[in-house]
Nanobody
């Protein structure tokens, strides 16, 4: 089970930190990542982190602004989002799967509930 938190309303240029809490079993055995879905758009992969900590940023627009990380102390994957833009407004979903490639392709086995991020201009 994946529990996402940290969404909210922020002004453009601001920051938010999303967290996804997982069970120890899921955290230790799965790659994890974040997807997002803006109103009227398809879900898109944002970032993925493998079990070994290797990171993949799927969306060019977030590179240099977003950072994904793993926290072993509490089985949590975090997404630090800086320099937020109105186009980052979306529901963000935490995902997990055995394979990074499946996450990137949108075929994750596990999806958490979404957390809404709203960036005002």
């Amino acid at each position: 089970q994946l529990q996402a938190s940290g969404g909210g309303l922020v002004q453009a240029g601001g920051s938010l930190r999303l967290s996804c809490a997982a069970s120890e079993r899921t955290f230790s055995s799965r790659a994890m990542g974040w997807f997002r879905q803006a109103p009227g758009n398809k879900r898109e992969c944002v970032a993925v982190i493998g079990r070994n900590g290797d990171t993949t940023y799927c969306t060019d627009s977030v590179r240099g602004r977003f950072a994904i990380s793993r926290d072993k102390s509490n089985n949590t994957v975090n997404l630090q989002m800086d320099s937020l833009k109105p186009e980052d407004t979306a529901v963000y979903y935490c995902v997990a799967d055995q394979y990074v490639s499946r996450i990137v392709d949108g075929r994750s086995a596990y999806w958490g509930q979404g957390t809404l991020v709203t960036v005002s201009s």
